[in-house]
């Protein structure tokens, strides 16, 4: 295998472990179980029914509802009106998995036995600081979902007509 292509695979395996974690995380669907969760004046992310985006400090849970501050007034939430919330967080931790990957990949391809003029520039810097690039756009892409509304079960209904059958189709989705 080249170089080239063996630092490929090195990088999408790291890559793809990576998003693995974090689709691991499984939100909360009740504002409840959300509180624990929070800090007083922590960032967050609400995304409402209509799908408008807001980043906000959270202030409290009273029940069932969500308080957070917005220019200088506070917000009320239910939980019947707020699709989900994500924890905003710095992109520091990506940008040092990110570079720490990149210099992984630098050292394997300094081992490389066919090392060609001037690439210790590529595999000394390039690589580290293009890796921790890489991982705070990453790490700005993703946001952990703290809370994500129940899901709505739905049930349709329509009549199944035809020249030696008929009938009724029921579909179910939860």
Known sequence: MSRPSAIGVVAGA???SVLRVAAAQTPVHTFADLEPLLKPKQTIIVTDGKGEKISVPYL??????????????????????????????TNFDGTLIGGAIGIV??????????????EEILDGVVLPLGGAYLGNL??????????????KSRVAVAPLAGRARAGIAVMIRY
């Open 105 to 118: 990949l630098g050292v394997i391809s300094s081992k490389s036995a066919n090392q060609i003029e001037g």
């Open 60 to 89: 409290s849970i009273r029940g069932a509802e969500l308080e957070v501050g917005y220019k200088k007034q506070q917000l009320v939430f239910t939980e019947s009106t707020v699709r989900r919330i994500q924890k905003n967080d």
């Open 14 to 16: 790291i890559f793809l």
């Open 138 to 151: 990453v790490d700005s892409l993703m946001h952990k979902t703290l809370f994500m509304a129940a899901p």
